[in-house]
Nanobody
Framework: QVQLMESGGGSVQPGGSLRLSCAAS????????IAWFRQTPGKEREGVSCINNNNGQTYYAESVTGRVTISTDNAKTTVYLQMDSLKPEAPAVYYC???????????????????????WGKGTPVTVSS
């Protein structure tokens, strides 16, 4: 089973940038896609971006389109989330999640749904504040 570990979070001023990393270990060939979700206190986890491990297709939430780029390294063991022109927001935790089958890819990537088959990392905190 794949294990995920996020890093790169921190505190940044509005307009700044952060690059988050999601390192996958274990049975990395078992996962079909990796997505980034964010969660603020008292709210549900919401999708930010997703990348299909098999064909490289990327997905973005409308709220971040143009400001966020998802990518992966050549070995497909690390997924990056480059976030630019960050807007002020409540402190959030960014999680990466992986899914093991094509059906779950459709739910997680195209629909940004938090389905039961997602394997989550422990998250990395992000604060955008002046």
């Amino acid at each position: 089973q794949v294990q995920l570990m996020e890093s790169g979070g921190g505190s940044v001023q509005p307009g700044g940038s952060l690059r988050l990393s999601c390192a996958a270990s274990g049975s990395t060939w078992d996962y079909y896609a990796i997505a980034w979700f964010r969660q603020t206190p008292g709210k549900e986890r919401e999708g930010v971006s997703c990348i299909n491990n098999n064909n490289g297709q990327t997905y973005y939430a409308e709220s971040v389109t143009g400001r966020v780029t998802i990518s992966t390294d050549n070995a497909k063991t690390t997924v990056y989330l480059q976030m630019d022109s960050l807007k002020p927001e409540a402190p959030a935790v960014y999680y990466c999640g992986a899914v093991p089958d094509a059906l779950s890819v459709q739910a997680m990537c195209a629909g940004f749904r938090n389905v039961d088959t997602i394997k989550w990392g422990k998250g990395t905190p992000v604060t955008v504040s002046s």
